[in-house]
């Protein structure tokens, strides 16, 4: 089999995937909204797009392989534990669009300030912006806890792993919090802190598991000290 030509299959299904979830979240904030003209829904809509299409221009002549590793079904050496915590995220997830939607049919949130709703979005750009340095930084960002040895997994300290240790997470957080606060639904916040105290366990199990099988990672954690956020943890 052409390696070339397995990777380059791997970033057209990575697309594919992708492009179908900005597709499954505009229709299913329209049906659970009620409203195919919900300007905060579009906007989110149009912020995940973005950060697709934008992902895909900068990673895929720079980092395919990277690409077509996140767009496996399977990988080896997957833990057990981060199965369950990315399944409890993927109904967290679901959960947060699906409430925000119907919110914004019952009218469950009093109104918010658009100051408030732009700031969400704010914090939704900034988020995917960080995860999207912290992919071009880190080649073997997966999307699974795992060490890639297939790969070559070796230690990420440029960029924002200069400051911390996990980035990808801290940018995950932005828009966990942001996408609620854009779509005027304070249910869909607090479910979106829900995903946000998930994310903080997977952080320390994550980091917990590469000082045990990455080598030189226990030498760079001496170096950046805080997980994700300088200071403070």
């Given at each position: 089999m052409n390696d070339d030509a397995s990777v380059r299959r791997g970033v057209i299904r990575y697309a594919l995937r992708e492009y179908f979830g900005v597709l499954f979240i505009a229709v299913l904030l329209?049906?659970?909204?009620?409203r195919g003209d919900w300007v905060a829904g579009l906007a989110l809509v149009g912020l995940y797009f973005t950060w697709v299409t934008a992902t895909l221009l900068v990673l895929a002549?720079?980092?395919p392989g990277l690409l077509a590793?996140?767009?496996q079904r399977r990988h080896?050496?997957?833990?057990?534990w981060d199965k369950a915590i990315l399944a409890l995220?993927?109904?967290e997830t679901l959960a947060r669009y699906v409430v925000a939607?119907?919110?914004?049919?019952?009218g469950w949130s009093p109104e918010l300030p658009v100051a408030v709703q732009a700031a969400g979005a704010v914090a939704c750009a900034a988020g995917f912006a960080l995860v999207l340095w912290s992919m071009v930084a880190n080649a073997w960002f997966s999307h699974v806890v795992r060490l890639q040895e297939e790969r070559?997994?070796?230690?990420a300290s440029g960029g924002p792993y200069a400051w911390v240790r996990h980035p990808g997470y801290l940018g995950t957080f932005g828009f966990e919090l942001g996408s609620g606060l854009l779509l005027g639904s304070w249910p869909a916040v607090a479910i979106g802190a829900c995903g946000v105290a998930l994310l903080t366990v997977r952080t320390a199990l994550e980091d917990r598991t590469l000082h045990r099988e990455l080598a030189g990672y226990a030498e760079y954690a001496g170096r950046v000290r805080y997980r994700l956020l300088p200071g403070v943890w």
């Open positions: 329209g049906v659970t909204s009620g002549p720079r980092s590793e996140r767009a080896q050496n997957t833990k057990g995220f993927g109904v939607g119907l919110d914004q049919r019952f070559s997994q070796q230690v």
